[in-house]
C-alpha cells in the first residue's frame, strides 16, 4: 500500500475548511493529478455523495469513482474508489486550532490488487509526488501552510 499524509494549518475556521473538504468537486482545485471532479449522485456533498474523479495517470487519463462512505461532521470524512486494478481511500479530519483557525489532516491510502501488487514499492515513490504537488496545492485553497 501506499500511503501519504500532509496536515494544513488553516486560518479557515473548522466548519468552512470541513464544509470545502467534504465537496469532492474541489479536488480540481488543488490536486494537479485531478484534471476533473464532478458529482454524479447525491442532492449535496454528504454521505451516500459520489463523484467522478478524473486523474492524470501513466499513458493518459483514469476516471475514478468516489464515494463518500463515512461522515462526521464536522471533524471525518471518508471517501472511497475501487477499480479493478486498485483501491483508494483518503480520509480528511479536520480539528479546530487555539486561534480560531483549524487543522486539515488530509490521508490517502492506494492500494494495487492482484499481481499488480508487486509494483507496490514503485508506486509509493511515485505516490509521493503525486502527494508532495497535491499537499502544496492543498496549502495555497486553505491559505494555510503545511505543519
Known amino acids: ?26 479536488f480540481a482545485d488543488w490536486d494537479p493529478g485531478v484534471t476533473k471532479a464532478k458529482r454524479v449522485s447525491g ?29 462526521d461532521s464536522p471533524n471525518r470524512i471518508e471517501v472511497r474508489a475501487e477499480t479493478n486494478k486498485l483501491i483508494s481511500l483518503d480520509i480528511v479530519t479536520v480539528r479546530p486550532d487555539a486561534n480560531g483557525g483549524s487543522r486539515v489532516t488530509y490521508s490517502a491510502d492506494l492500494s494495487l490488487k492482484g499481481l499488480l501488487r508487486i509494483g507496490t514499492p514503485v508506486l509509493a515513490l511515485m505516490f509521493r509526488g503525486i502527494g508532495d504537488r497535491a499537499a502544496e496545492g492543498l496549502v495555497r485553497v486553505l491559505e494555510g501552510t503545511k505543519a
Do not use: N
Open 1 to 26: 500500500m501506499a500511503h501519504y499524509e500532509v496536515t494544513v494549518l488553516s486560518p479557515w475556521t473548522a466548519e468552512k475548511a470541513f464544509s470545502y473538504m467534504m465537496d469532492l468537486e474541489h
Open 43 to 71: 442532492e449535496a456533498p454528504g454521505l451516500g455523495a459520489a463523484y467522478e474523479v478524473t486523474v492524470k495517470s501513466v499513458g493518459g487519463e483514469q476516471t475514478l469513482r468516489y464515494e463518500t462512505i463515512a461522515i
